[in-house]
């Protein structure tokens, strides 16, 4: 009977985690299930915690809600909300010398992303000018960062900081003789 209440309480975790991202990302139930290539009634009971889907049914779900099935079957999302020192991996691009370490768990839907930055000294200008939509936050842990927005450029130092709409046309750089470390906190894009 242990056995029944502990898969009782699996599908309907399962089921509450699949109803979460599903309204998150506005998605209907009877779109989810035809892209899921499972039919409406059935991805409601698996919602309800009524039924448990095969792998390859959870598999149609997690694409239909773009993400990978780790993201139904992972440790809990508690767990994920950590992010110890030992976990940061930088990474750049291939037309960039900045370094980024991902300090947010990236999930569908989220509303936040928060970035440790690491731009090399002496930089001359920066890479380009962006727009997008959303926010974005700016925090100088060391060095100076010059921040331009709509043309006017701004000399940020250790401890300072800046807060923008992501709509203003933005860049910046490290023109000083030291590495500059920041955070960048922003609205996620979706490329």
């Known amino acids: ?53 095969s792998l390859t049914s959870l598999a149609g779900i997690a694409t239909a809600l773009g993400v990978t ?9 508690e767990e994920r909300s950590v992010r110890r020192a030992g976990q940061l991996r930088f990474f750049s691009f291939a037309d960039s010398t900045d370094l980024f370490a991902r300090l947010t768990n990236s999930s569908v839907g989220s509303q936040l992303e928060s970035i440790l930055v690491r731009l090399p000294a002496g930089k001359p200008s920066a890479a380009e000018v962006t727009t997008h939509a959303g926010e974005e936050f700016v925090y100088v842990i060391s060095g100076e ?16 900081s800046a807060h923008y709409e992501s709509t203003v046309p933005h860049s910046w750089a490290n023109t000083g003789d030291i590495e500059t470390t920041l955070v960048w906190v922003g609205t996620p894009r979706l490329f």
């Not at 599903?22 to 919602?47: C, M, N, W, Y």
């Not at 099935?69 to 999302?77: A, C, I, K």
């Open 1 to 53: 009977m242990v056995l029944n209440v502990e898969s009782a309480r699996q599908a309907a975790d399962l089921g509450s985690k699949i109803r979460a991202l599903r309204h998150r990302l506005r998605k209907t139930l009877d779109e989810t299930a035809t892209v899921a290539g499972i039919s409406k009634p059935f991805l409601s009971q698996v919602e309800r915690g009524l039924a448990t889907p």
């Open 69 to 77: 099935l780790q993201y139904f079957v992972d440790t809990p999302s």
């Open 145 to 160: 960062l010059s921040l331009t927005l709509e043309g006017k450029t701004f000399k940020l130092n250790t401890g300072d």
